[in-house]
Structure formats: structure tokens, C-alpha cells
């Protein structure tokens, strides 16, 4: 009997480690792939952090900015850490609201009333030529310190 007539008993020693070797190498690049996937959502996740963190900062401060009428800000004076802005509303009652860091909040003290309008803030600062007040923040989340967002704003004051 030739070579075609004999039954093939198992594999080969040389096709079982050439199998083991592809084998391994799927395996590695499944786990990369993996690790790559949850690598990608961590810094999505810290980046919407941010960006959310930024937009209630903003909002809150060009609400109260625009509303006001007057501020502890000196006019042309250098940046400080925090502000403080009043106002008269149509029903002739007066209002004011205060801004300053706390940690790695953004307190907002409104009437007497404190709050957080942002969390992850890492830098605050205010400054006023005329009724444009500039607004400077940084916000950076806890998760992935190496990512921060600053963000600046010129918000007009209402005119007295």
C-alpha cells in the first residue's frame, strides 16, 4: 500500500504548534481590541464629563451676568477668583449672586441660596472692562486629569 492507502492517525506535531501560534495570535489581538474598546469609552466618558461640566458653568454665569447691573468687579482692575453681581428684576426686587471656587466646585450663592453650578473645576477667574465681564474657567475631570477644557467668556452687562 502506498502512502494514499495508509489512515492518518492525528496531526503532526508541526501542524499542532502552527495551529497553537495562529491561535495565540487571535487571542492577542482580540484582548488588544478589547482593551482598545474600553480605553476609548473611559475617554468618552471624561470628555462628556467636561463638556457638560462647561456648559452648566456657562449657563449659569452669562444668565446672572446678563441680568446684572452692577458688580464687585473693579472696572479695568485685574482678574480675581471671584465675583459677585446684583440686579433690580421688574418686580422691583433686588437680587444677587456670587461666584467662587470651593475645591472643585463652582459655588453659586443666589440670594442666600448656595448651589453648585459646575463640579471638576479646576481654575476660576473674572475680570470687567466697562459692562463686558470675562470669565475664565477650567474644568477637569477627576478620572483623566491629563484632559481639561478652559473656556473664556465676554458677557455684557445690562445696561444701568
Known amino acids: ?16 504548534v502552527v495551529g497553537l501560534g495562529l491561535s495565540s495570535v487571535f487571542a492577542a489581538i482580540v ?7 474600553n480605553r476609548a469609552s473611559t475617554n468618552g466618558e471624561a470628555t ?23 458688580s464687585n468687579l473693579t472696572d479695568g482692575g485685574g482678574a480675581v477668583s471671584s465675583a ?18 470651593s475645591g472643585t466646585q463652582l459655588q453659586r450663592t443666589c440670594d442666600g ?11 476660576l477667574s473674572f475680570s470687567r472692562s466697562g459692562s463686558l465681564v470675562s470669565v475664565g474657567f477650567t474644568v477637569t475631570p477627576a478620572e483623566r486629569p491629563s484632559y481639561a477644557e478652559t473656556v473664556s467668556l465676554r ?6
Open 1 to 16: 500500500m502506498g502512502a494514499a492507502g495508509r489512515k492518518q492517525r492525528g496531526f503532526l506535531l508541526a501542524e499542532f
Open 48 to 70: 462628556l464629563e467636561v463638556l457638560t461640566e462647561v456648559q452648566k458653568a456657562a449657563v449659569w454665569v452669562t444668565r446672572d451676568v446678563r441680568k446684572a447691573s452692577s
Open 31 to 37: 484582548v488588544s481590541s478589547i482593551y482598545q474598546l
Open 84 to 101: 459677585s453681581f446684583s440686579w433690580i428684576d421688574s418686580g422691583g426686587a433686588s437680587h444677587s449672586c456670587s461666584y467662587a471656587l
Open 155 to 160: 458677557v455684557a452687562m445690562r445696561a444701568r
Open 113 to 123: 441660596s448656595p448651589s453648585v453650578a459646575a463640579r471638576a473645576v479646576s481654575g
